[in-house]
């Protein structure tokens, strides 16, 4: 087993080591600590990006679980291909849900109520006085309605929005009212007010806030990703904040890190956060949580939770 965290710091762990199961600690060095052939149970590096995330999967012969301890699984996805069959990919819901609809409502509530600029106030001793947009009486439009998107909305509700819609791939209802699918979104964007972005990147999603997206947003409307940053198009998002048009607040950026002079950095209207949905006091415990459960599971061969496809 493979582990991004020393097993020593997990609790559960050591007990394992009794029915024969062996942790070795790889955070995305350059060596790895054993064998990548020997390797049954492989726990992602998180947020060390593909290369590292796929660089011992081809020799993984023996592999039969991938744990990714992010929600999307984007990363591990173009190195699948060389694995054997019936390995199970799973990643980490229940671990960043707290944490990433946290920060959404963050970046909502401080460009809406023009937190940046007070900011640049506060370092040029400027008063910048005056009415300011508020969450509340706003129509919110939810992109990607999973574990997160559903979380966003818990912490949603005592905000008095005017009206929360949700966008998943297929259409459901849930106890909280009817989920859209993706083809309804033509509709659905002139009525927000605020756009969530908190769906997975996959072939369908890529650049789905494109430029027929985001010219059918309002004026006025704000544009949050909290998702990938691929799920935007840069480009038609850089000439509809530089006219002026909408704005955005953006956790995820294509490309990322953002590197110096990009045009985003100084885009009217854009707040940008370096990609810490999930980077909290929050992860780590409940990192640990699932990696134990999962482990131990595996241990005794019962069903892994969060499985999200199966290698053929």
């Known amino acids: 087993m493979w582990l991004p965290i020393p097993a020593g710091e997990i609790e559960g762990l050591p007990a394992l080591a009794e029915a024969g199961l062996n942790h070795r600690f790889w955070d995305g060095g350059q060596d790895f600590p054993a064998?990548?052939?020997?390797?049954?149970?492989?726990a992602v590096p998180y947020m060390k990006g593909t290369e590292v995330a796929v660089r011992p999967l081809a020799a993984m012969t023996r592999l039969r679980v991938v744990q990714t301890l992010s929600a999307g699984i984007d990363h591990v996805?173009?190195?699948?291909?060389?694995?054997?069959?019936?390995?199970?990919?799973?990643?980490?819901?229940?671990?960043?849900?707290a944490s990433t609809a946290e920060l959404a409502l963050a970046l909502v509530l401080a460009s809406l109520r023009g937190i940046p600029r007070f900011v640049e106030g506060m370092r040029r001793e400027e008063w910048h006085a005056g009415f300011y947009p508020a969450l509340a009486d706003r129509s919110v439009l939810i992109v990607g309605y999973g574990s997160i998107g559903a979380a966003?909305?818990?912490?949603?509700?005592?905000?008095?929005?005017?009206?929360?819609?949700?966008?998943?791939?297929?259409?459901?209802?849930?106890?909280?009212?009817?989920?859209?699918a993706l083809t309804d979104l033509p509709a659905l964007l002139p009525e927000a007010d605020v756009v969530i972005l908190s769906t997975p990147l996959t072939p369908?999603?890529?650049?789905?806030?494109?430029?027929?997206?985001?010219?059918?947003?309002?004026?006025?409307?704000?544009?949050?990703?909290?998702?990938?940053?691929?799920?935007?198009?840069?480009?038609?998002l850089l000439k509809e904040v530089e006219n002026g048009r909408i704005t955005a607040a953006l956790d995820v950026t294509d490309p990322e890190p953002l590197p110096?002079?990009?045009?985003?950095?100084?885009?009217?209207?854009?707040?940008?956060?370096?990609?810490?949905?999930?980077?909290t006091s929050a992860f780590m415990p409940r990192a640990k949580r699932l990696l134990a459960g999962q482990l131990t599971r595996y241990a005794a061969g019962e069903p892994l939770r969060n499985v999200v496809l199966t290698t053929g």
């Open 35 to 42: 064998d990548p052939g020997d390797c049954a149970f492989y």
């Open 77 to 97: 996805e173009p190195g699948l291909g060389s694995l054997p069959a019936g390995v199970r990919l799973c990643n980490a819901r229940g671990v960043h849900e």
């Open 152 to 180: 966003i909305e818990d912490r949603l509700a005592p905000f008095e929005c005017a009206r929360v819609a949700r966008v998943a791939r297929s259409a459901r209802t849930t106890e909280r009212g009817e989920v859209h």
């Open 204 to 236: 369908a999603t890529r650049h789905l806030a494109g430029a027929g997206f985001l010219s059918r947003m309002r004026d006025g409307a704000l544009l949050v990703n909290v998702a990938r940053g691929p799920v935007v198009d840069t480009e038609a």
């Open 260 to 279: 110096a002079g990009h045009p985003l950095w100084h885009a009217p209207g854009v707040l940008v956060s370096p990609h810490v949905g999930g980077s």
